[in-house]
C-alpha cells in the first residue's frame, strides 16, 4: 500500500533548485507592493484633506465682508426690537 507510506509526509511544493523567483526578488515585489498600498491611502488622504481645506476657505468667505456685517446689523436690530416689544408689553 503506497498511499500509507506518503500518509503522513509532508508535501514540498517548490523543490530545492525549482523555485523561479528568489527570496529577495519576493521580498522587493512585497515591498512595491506596500509601498503601492501606502501611496493609494496616502493620495486618498490628501484628497479628503484638500477637500476639508476647500470647506474651511468658503466657510471663511462666508462669514466675513459686507454680507456678515449687514447680518450682524440685522441681529442686533432685532435683538433691540424684541427687547422694546417686551418692555412694551410688560407696561400694558
Do not use: W
Amino acid at each position: 500500500m503506497t498511499s500509507n507510506s506518503t500518509k503522513n509526509k509532508e508535501i514540498n511544493y517548490s523543490p530545492q533548485g525549482y523555485n523561479t523567483v528568489s527570496d529577495q526578488a519576493q521580498d522587493q515585489t512585497a515591498i512595491l507592493i506596500e509601498n503601492e498600498q501606502l501611496r493609494a491611502e496616502n493620495e486618498a488622504a490628501r484628497a479628503v484633506l484638500t477637500a476639508h481645506r476647500r470647506q474651511q476657505e468658503e466657510n471663511k468667505k462666508c462669514c466675513s465682508g459686507p454680507g456678515a456685517v449687514c447680518g450682524g446689523l440685522l441681529t442686533v436690530g432685532i435683538i433691540i426690537y424684541n427687547i422694546f416689544v417686551v418692555i412694551h408689553n410688560a407696561s400694558l
